[in-house]
């Protein structure tokens, strides 16, 4: 096995690129080209065992699936639809928090009866039997819509490949109905159509993830390991607060309150008996509540910038994915 370099691929444009760069920012790795905007290499700041390729979203699936990248930044929604055994080629080692999107089946709202795709196949099986044709579905994600439809034991419809904007398809008689990818379905409203019921069958977001396939070097892994620890110091940080009090009683007593929501005890030192605890984001008003009640005094909450723990879960899950 060649001893190469750390192959990151990242979207070089566009909306996923802007949140890219600054996800990998706010872990301490800020994203540079090379050679200015138009070049499609690049490197991670600090990293110089790392390669970086600036590519179209769908290109970096094609990479990871082919193991040319070891690991990339893209949307689920392309590499289901792109990559057959998804689960085999390719490991999905954290979500980003970005780039949220659903893949659904929408109807003309005029379509009253039609709630469900079990509805949807008591349509396309009346239309085949009074008309003679089969329901006409517009999409790009003809794979997905394939296995989806296949699910719901739906068969008596035929793909209209999209290659303009999908959701005018129906309108313009082009199809009876589309598959498409929608973030707060307003454009398909604007368009007169609905999502049905259970329909919908990706909820995709932007993730970072690795490729199985890729020729992972010692000197690749060393590189990842450290890329990892940094995302999961961030991601850690972002999800969590430092809560300090003074709390009379025991130690035993702040443990277990903490325990009761999620939290960690970290130390507590001197007279004062001052307690440091690590809280999930989500819970610290409830536990600052719970520790006035409990007669804490002087309590503080900050944000972390990165919490770095002994343990590498990202990598960890990644490596044990890999095996030797």
Known sequence: MSDGPLVLAVPSKGRLQENASAFFARAGLPLTRTRGARDYRGTLAGMPDVEVLFLSAGEVVTQLASGAAHLGVTGEDLLREAVPNADEAVEIVTGLG????????????????????????????????????????????????????????????????????????????????????????????????????????????????????????????????????????????RTTREVRAALAGDEAMAESLAGRFGATLLRRSGAGQEVVIRCPAAKVFPFVEALMQAGASDVTVRALDYVFEQANPLADRLFGRLGN
């Open 98 to 237: 970005f780039g949220h999107a659903n893949v659904v089946v929408a109807v003309p709202q005029a379509w009253i009866d039609v709630r469900t795709m079990a509805d949807l196949d008591e349509v396309a099986s009346d239309m085949r039997s009074r008309h003679g044709r089969r329901l006409r579905v517009a999409t790009k994600y003809m794979n997905l819509t394939r296995r989806f439809f296949g699910e719901h034991g739906i068969a008596d419809y035929r793909i209209v490949e999209s290659l303009g904007a999908t959701e005018a398809a129906p309108a313009s008689g082009v199809a009876d109905l589309i598959v498409d990818i929608t973030t707060t379905g307003a454009t398909l409203a604007a368009n007169g159509l609905k999502v049905v019921e259970d329909g919908t069958m990706l909820r995709s977001e932007a993730n970072l993830m690795a490729s199985v396939g890729a020729p992972w070097s010692e000197r690749a892994r060393r590189s990842a390991s450290r890329v990892l620890a940094r995302i999961a110091a961030e991601e850690l940080a």
